[in-house]
């Protein structure tokens, strides 16, 4: 299963930026902007982008942090990292961002290690969600913050069926254009077996969370649990 997601990761790699921006109007970058501010990373923190796919979380921290601050974006995709790394070097200065493989069900890092945490879109597509959530607990420091930000399903019944029209009438044909439909189709099953965000509050307390809170935004169309350890 993590081995399918991860060659998914590496097919759309080229086209993933665009796709995103045509597809979400340029608004997944004020739903990014959100995240980063939700995750609580101010200059000088230490931070950690799980799932940082093609770094687009990764680059608003380290503009967040400064040069006194640290990044780590981590992906198991390498085509991915290989995007976010050349993107990083683009920008001047060279933004101060440490690209890592690495499984999110996994972290290479000690415990209480992190002042701050994102996830964008990723743990929709990671294989066991408690692990994934237990680990983010364990990397971060005593009273630290991860915003993780994702898809969701409204409750809504209109917006919903809206929702569903538009990821059957609008991504999987555009994303057809570039002859990856199979690859986006993957987006509504992905988010019928996503947990709704009052579940994700119950799975994030049971990962050891002493808080967290789910915002829908874009109509509840997406989301961002904010978590605190
Ligand atoms: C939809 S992309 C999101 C990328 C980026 N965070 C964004 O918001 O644009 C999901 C990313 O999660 C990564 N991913 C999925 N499961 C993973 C795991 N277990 N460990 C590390 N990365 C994983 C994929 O390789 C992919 O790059």
Known sequence: MSDRIRTLFNRIAPVYDQLNTLLSLGQHRIWKQMAVKWSGATVGSTCLDV??????????????????GQVIGLDFATAQLAIAQQRAQERYPI????????DALELPFPNNHFD?????????????????????????????????????????????TLQQWYLDAIVVPAAQQFGLTEEYAYIAPSLDRFPTGTEQIALARQAGFATATHYPIAGGTMGVLVVSK
Request: proline residues 6%; hydrophobic residues 40%.
């Open 116 to 160: 701050a945490a994102t996830m964008g879109y990723g743990l929709r597509n990671v294989t066991d969600i408690p692990r994934s959530l237990k680990e983010l607990h364990r990397v971060l420091k005593p009273s630290a913050k991860a915003a993780i930000l994702d898809f969701h399903r409204p409750s809504n019944a209109q917006i919903r």
């Open 51 to 68: 799932c940082c796919g093609s770094g687009d979380l990764a680059l608003l921290l380290a503009e967040r942090v400064g040069l006194t």
């Open 95 to 102: 933004p101060s961002i440490t690209w890592l493989e690495g």
